[in-house]
């Protein structure tokens, strides 16, 4: 993770995780008090309503660190930790006591505020969250440390990498401008008379003779 794209990867998979793992079942158990003992369950938006917003900021984050520049990545690195401390934390937190964490909902269930809820367990969902949130917050602990030594944007995203080539291996001053072409064609010529353009094309039939 230690790469730029295994950082974005890591913020984006993490708060992908967290935002699906929020609509999940958490906790679950039974209404004693009802006859025939009727199921109830909580899920992660239930115990933790902050999951889903904390979610979307990393996933958020992890678009700038891809795109953005190095003043604005500091700044989305700096909000990942939080953001995913908060969730590493927070969610087994909110489902170590399943029978409280199901008694609202028993109640609604029952009609009754006198209810007990048994059989309760705890599924994998919370844990899966704390290890998204561990997951983001080390990407932005990551981007914190190495961030100011990425190019400006990732070369995926149409930026340039540590040499100054593109996605495409060519360097910046290589590549086309579009905006010449579109200039070109304003004025009545045709782009690839251009001598720039020329020039590519020797270039690229000298690399195609070899």
Do not use: K
Not at 183 to 198: F, I, M, N, V, Y
Request: aromatic content about 2%.
């Amino acid at each position: 993770m230690a790469t730029r794209a295994g950082v974005v990867v890591a913020a984006g998979a993490g708060g992908a995780l967290a935002l699906v793992a929020a609509g999940q079942t958490w906790v679950a158990g039974t209404v004693s008090d009802l006859p025939g003992g009727d199921a109830v369950a909580a899920t992660g938006n239930d115990l933790l309503p902050v999951a889903v917003p904390l979610a979307l900021i990393a996933c958020a984050g992890a678009v700038v660190l891809a795109t953005a520049g190095a003043s604005m990545r500091a700044v989305a690195a700096a909000v990942l930790v939080p953001t995913g401390i908060v969730l590493a934390v927070a969610a087994p937190a909110a489902a170590r006591h399943p029978a409280a964490s199901l008694r609202p909902a028993a109640r609604r269930l029952a009609g009754t505020t006198e209810v007990v809820v048994t059989g309760t367990h705890v599924t994998a969902w919370p844990w899966l969250v704390a290890a998204a949130g561990t997951a983001i917050a080390a990407a932005g602990l990551v981007a914190l440390a190495r961030g100011r030594a990425w190019s400006g944007r990732s070369p995926a995203a149409g930026g340039t990498g540590p040499d100054g080539t593109g996605a495409d291996g060519l360097p910046a001053e290589a590549r086309p401008d579009p905006m010449a072409a579109w200039e070109a064609l304003d004025r009545g010529e045709d782009p690839t008379t251009h001598p720039g353009s020329r020039r590519d094309c020797a270039g690229g039939g000298a690399g195609g003779g070899e």
